[in-house]
């Protein structure tokens, strides 16, 4: 429905990670139970979430489309 309104692309853009940001982060605190966990199980955890959002990037960075345009001749 927000993307049907008359604003600019970059503030729906904006406006809908943070919603998507804002939910992530209360599912993963209060029903992973990550607010009463031990604040180590914690720290792994966004580890572990680092290192697989640097693993994406890394890929899509690798397997692009503009990595994937022939060598020209």
Do not use: N
């Amino acid at each position: 429905m927000a993307v049907y309104l008359p604003f600019a692309k970059w503030i729906l853009v904006t406006s809908l990670v943070v919603l998507s940001v804002v939910k992530f982060m209360y599912v993963i605190f209060y029903f992973m139970h990550l607010r009463w966990d031990k604040p180590f199980c914690t720290i792994l955890f966004f580890i572990g979430l680092i290192l697989a959002t640097g693993t994406v990037w890394a890929l899509l960075a690798i397997f692009g489309a503009e990595a994937s345009k022939p060598l020209p001749v």
